[in-house]
Structure formats: C-alpha cells, structure tokens
C-alpha cells in the first residue's frame, strides 16, 4: 500500500472527537469488558486473560494483553471477541484510527511503538520510542504522542512515516495523557512527580507542569475543555484542574487505587468515569457540580476505559 | 519506508527488573484488634515507626515527618533494604500512602516497584487496620522466572503485609511495644 493511500485511509475519516458514545471499561483480573449506559452497567463480555488497556475506533474496540503477547479485537456495540492478533512484545498503550482498520501499539519492553493492521495484526511499520512507552494519543493530523514512562519523555511520531519528529521533555514518569478537545494542548501526568505537565502541541513544547495530586495515573479533558480531570492513585481521588489558570478547582473522592479515566456525554449531561482498580468499580462524577453522582461495580480490576463512537462509523 | 520488525534487536524483548512493568496485582491484608482506632494510629502511624511492631525489620530510619516528602529506610532482618516515601499522610482519616522510592532490592521483596494504602478505622469496640498495595513482579518482562513471577511478589507482599500485622495486634493489645 502506497503511503498517500494509507495515510488518507488513516486520517480522512478522524472526524469529531466520540463523545456521545458508549463507555466501555475493561477490568484486569475478572477479563471482562463492561458497558457503562445512563448510569448502569448495561452489558458485560468475557474477553481474554489480564487486559491492560482498551482504545476505540471504527466501531471496534481493541484490549491489551502485555502478558499473551496478544491484542483482541472486539465489536464496539456488544464487547463480543471478534478475533486475536498475536504481538511480538509487550504491548501495553493502545490507539486506534478513527475507521478502525489500523492500531497503534506501544511495546513497553520493546521501546518502540507499531502501526498494526486491524485486520489480521500484521506490523507495518515501526517507530523507536523512549525507555517504557506506556500510554498514547492520536491527533486529527496523524501524530502519536507516546509517554516514555523511564525517559520523562513524550515522544512525537508521524504516524503516517513512523518517524520519530521530535521528543518533549516532561516531568518524573509520564504514564497517561489526554488531548485538549481543539488538540491545541496536550496534557500529560506524571507518576513520580505528582504533577500535570501541558504540552503545546504547534511549538512541540512543555508550557507548564502544575502540581495534580499524589500518583497521577489518568488524564481526561471535559468536551468545552474548560476542566483537565486527573486521577491520583495513591490518594484515591480525581482532581479538576481550570484549563485556563491550571490551578486545582475541585477534588473528588472516588474510589481506591483509581487509573483510567474518560468523559462522555456533552453540556449538563458531560460525565467522566474512572477505573478504580482496587474497589472494583467506576465512580461518575458530573462535570457540572464536580461530585461524584454513582459508584457502578464491575468485574475485579478495572483499568482502562474507552468511548465507542456511536454507529461504528 | 517501512521499518521491519526483523531489524529490532531481539535483545529488547528481555527486560532487566526496572522500575516498573504494565500488569500490576493486588496484595491485602486486613486485622483486627481489640483497641480504640485512636490507641492503634498512635502506635502505627509514625510513618518512619514501623521498626517497633513489625517482627521482619530489623531497623527503620525516618527523613522528612509524617507528611508528603517523608521517607523511611528499612532494613529487613532478611538483610535487604526498602527505601519508601510518603504521598498522603491523614491523621484525621487515620491513614497514610507511600510507594516505594529507592531502587528494588530482590532479596527484600521479589518485586519491582510498589506503592501501598494504610489504614485504621473503627470496627465494634475495636479497629479494623487494612493494609493494601498495587505492586509489580520482580522481573517485568514478559518470562518471568519464578522467584521474580506475579505469584512470587504476590506471596512476599502478602508476606509482609500479615507479618506486620501481627506484629501490631500484638503491640496495641499488648500495651507495650515488642520490638
């Protein structure tokens, strides 16, 4: 495949951030994915041994398993398994195309991040990383942003040339990050430092690194991206920080050892959800009142959440 | 245009015990003790203080007070050493979290890094005292060998975890310290 052809694959159809879409939660230790719909967990799949992380796209979800040395596909609608790709590493961070025929995936013992074909798993290209690549963005303009855990790095990647553009130094550890709804900004946590740092995402630079909370493990941005939402692991709560002056707004209890963190839903009805991996359950907090409104049990050690685009696109 | 996966080194796919690996487990332990949540916490909750109850350190050493920046070395009677620091400290909720801080010793723990959750809350006319953590195995890579595997790390943690326990049922009840 020509680049040009694949790259208007890739990017022609990354339209609107999913917002309005299903919220899917996959848990570690009870392999399931759970479908969180008008405050209820509506649906759960059994999926494949230990998954780390899920990304949406194209109607697809996709899990890892740093440990199968696998990714699952799966149907956004439902959460049932459509099929295995084996992975020759440690995948852990995921990233879908909007159309959902092509995956990004990090190899955290590998240092290098892959372009996967949906399809039937084949690698076609590679891009080194730093130490420890753990989670990573796609933009509308066909860049990766990867969190180099170990190298207190994000590396930049034309996803297109698999070519590494440029390297952003950040704080102690970066583990998740979270575009900013214009993709003007990038924000990133830092595990070590207890710390938010903001990337610019046309100068490629950290314009600042504000104190979030302790273990910063997650990172969402509200739909009007007025509120950055972080969660801090070690302190079991998610703190809103105003995008505008970084400072800390709110801080909401949620529940123990909490990681992934999403919102969906827009004006009064915005809500984010996050994992707590050791209550095993996902707390909702309104965007509105920045309280936490439900505390939804799911299967034992939810990590990771993603929305699913409504229709599959 | 196309890097192929068949020019990465194969060296890569073998990790050395790091720092961290991406499949964490759980350990927890709770206890419960026949004494007021406040007499327990005044025992238990000097971060660095951890020496007078738990029967496997030999010697604890505190920098910093109770609070975010605190740090305690422990020395283990196994001879291996913990360096951990403090990221919360609440005496009003009665409950403090740390992670570990320094490099990993194996021969202390067989895991790589953790960060843990220690808490005293009132139950009956006692108080229940749990102590939880998110660890990962001492070799992160994906072919552990079994002193280093989820398994082995999930054993020594529990370990600790209930050892210390112990150790603080026996010093709260007792009305003086053991160690």
Same mark, same amino acid.
């Given at each position: 495949?020509?680049?040009? +052809?694949?790259?208007?694959?890739?990017?022609?159809?990354?339209?609107?951030?999913?917002?309005? @879409?299903?919220?899917?939660?996959?848990?570690?230790?009870?392999?399931?994915?759970?479908?969180?719909?008008?405050?209820?967990?509506?649906?759960?799949?059994?999926?494949?041994?230990?998954?780390?992380?899920?990304?949406? @796209?194209?109607? %697809?979800?996709?899990?890892?398993?740093?440990?199968?040395?696998?990714?699952?596909?799966?149907e956004a609608a439902t959460g049932r398994v459509l099929r295995r790709l084996p992975y020759a590493g440690q995948v852990f961070g995921l990233a879908a195309s909007a159309d959902g025929r092509t995956v990004f995936a990090t190899d955290w013992s590998g240092h290098r991040v892959d372009r996967i074909a949906a399809a039937d798993g084949r690698?076609?290209?590679?891009a080194p990383t730093g130490r420890d690549p753990a989670h990573l963005v796609l933009d509308r303009t066909g860049r990766l942003f990867v969190a180099d855990r170990e190298s207190r790095q994000v590396s930049v990647i034309d996803a297109a040339r698999m070519e590494r553009v440029a390297t952003i130094p950040v704080g102690e550890a970066p583990?998740?990050?979270?575009?900013?709804?214009?993709?003007?900004?990038?924000?990133?946590?830092?595990?070590?430092?207890?710390?938010?740092?903001?990337?610019?995402?046309?100068?490629?630079?950290?314009?600042?690194?504000?104190?979030?909370?302790?273990?910063?493990?997650?990172?969402?941005?509200?739909?009007?991206?007025?509120?950055?939402?972080?969660?801090?692991?070690?302190?079991?709560?998610?703190?809103?920080?105003?995008?505008?002056?970084?400072?800390?707004?709110?801080?909401?209890?949620?529940?123990?050892?909490?990681?992934?963190?999403?919102?969906?839903?827009?004006?009064?009805?915005?809500?984010?959800?996050?994992?707590?991996?050791?209550?095993?359950?996902?707390?909702?907090?309104?965007?509105?009142?920045?309280?936490?409104?439900?505390? +939804?049990?799911?299967?034992?050690?939810?990590?990771? %959440?993603?929305?699913?685009?409504?229709?599959?696109? | 245009?196309? %890097?192929s996966l068949l020019a990465l080194p194969l060296a890569l796919a073998a990790t050395a015990a790091l720092a961290h690996g991406p499949t964490p487990q759980k350990v927890s332990q709770s206890i419960t003790i026949k004494a007021s949540p406040d007499a327990v916490w005044k025992v238990a909750g000097d971060f660095a203080g951890i020496g007078?109850?738990?029967?496997?350190?030999?010697?604890?050493?505190?920098?910093? @007070?109770?609070?975010?920046?605190? !740090?305690?070395?422990?020395?283990?009677?196994?001879?291996?050493?913990?360096?951990?620091?403090?990221?919360?400290?609440?005496?009003?909720?009665?409950?403090?979290?740390?992670?570990?801080?320094?490099?990993?010793?194996?021969?202390?723990?067989?895991? !790589?890094?953790?960060?843990?959750?220690?808490?005293? !809350?009132?139950?009956?006319?006692?108080?229940?005292?749990?102590?939880?953590?998110?660890?990962?195995?001492?070799?992160?890579?994906?072919?552990?060998?079994?002193? +280093?595997?989820?398994?082995? @790390?999930?054993?020594?943690?529990?370990?600790?975890?209930?050892?210390?326990?112990?150790?603080?049922?026996?010093?709260?009840?007792?009305?003086?310290?053991?160690?």
């Amino acid at each position: 495949m020509s680049w040009p +052809l694949l790259a208007a694959i890739l990017f022609a159809l990354s339209g609107a951030p999913a917002l309005a @879409g299903t919220v899917w939660v996959a848990s570690q230790q009870g392999a399931r994915l759970s479908r969180i719909e008008a405050g209820t967990v509506a649906d759960a799949a059994a999926v494949p041994s230990a998954p780390a992380t899920v990304a949406a @796209g194209g109607g %697809l979800l996709f899990l890892s398993h740093p440990d199968g040395h696998a990714i699952t596909v799966a149907e956004a609608a439902t959460g049932r398994v459509l099929r295995r790709l084996p992975y020759a590493g440690q995948v852990f961070g995921l990233a879908a195309s909007a159309d959902g025929r092509t995956v990004f995936a990090t190899d955290w013992s590998g240092h290098r991040v892959d372009r996967i074909a949906a399809a039937d798993g084949r690698v076609e290209g590679s891009a080194p990383t730093g130490r420890d690549p753990a989670h990573l963005v796609l933009d509308r303009t066909g860049r990766l942003f990867v969190a180099d855990r170990e190298s207190r790095q994000v590396s930049v990647i034309d996803a297109a040339r698999m070519e590494r553009v440029a390297t952003i130094p950040v704080g102690e550890a970066p583990f998740a990050l979270a575009l900013d709804p214009a993709e003007a900004r990038l924000y990133v946590g830092n595990v070590r430092s207890n710390s938010l740092t903001v990337i610019d995402t046309t100068a490629l630079k950290a314009v600042a690194t504000v104190p979030a909370g302790a273990m910063p493990y997650g990172v969402a941005v509200s739909p009007d991206g007025a509120r950055v939402l972080v969660t801090n692991q070690g302190a079991g709560t998610v703190t809103a920080l105003d995008a505008a002056s970084l400072a800390i707004a709110a801080t909401i209890g949620v529940g123990r050892y909490p990681e992934g963190i999403v919102v969906a839903g827009e004006g009064g009805a915005a809500r984010a959800y996050v994992a707590n991996w050791f209550s095993d359950d996902v707390s909702v907090i309104d965007l509105t009142s920045l309280k936490a409104v439900a505390r +939804l049990p799911v299967a034992e050690g939810p990590r990771s %959440l993603a929305v699913a685009s409504e229709g599959g696109r | 245009m196309r %890097l192929s996966l068949l020019a990465l080194p194969l060296a890569l796919a073998a990790t050395a015990a790091l720092a961290h690996g991406p499949t964490p487990q759980k350990v927890s332990q709770s206890i419960t003790i026949k004494a007021s949540p406040d007499a327990v916490w005044k025992v238990a909750g000097d971060f660095a203080g951890i020496g007078q109850w738990h029967p496997d350190i030999a010697k604890a050493e505190g920098k910093g @007070g109770n609070g975010e920046g605190g !740090s305690r070395t422990l020395t283990l009677k196994n001879g291996g050493t913990l360096t951990e620091g403090l990221d919360e400290w609440k005496a009003d909720a009665r409950s403090y979290s740390y992670r570990m801080s320094g490099e990993p010793d194996l021969k202390a723990l067989p895991v !790589s890094s953790y960060s843990a959750t220690f808490t005293v !809350s009132p139950e009956g006319d006692g108080a229940k005292v749990e102590w939880m953590g998110r660890f990962y195995r001492g070799d992160t890579g994906n072919e552990p060998p079994d002193n +280093l595997s989820d398994d082995a @790390g999930r054993e020594a943690m529990n370990r600790f975890f209930s050892d210390g326990l112990k150790g603080l049922k026996a010093a709260a009840e007792g009305g003086k310290r053991t160690q």
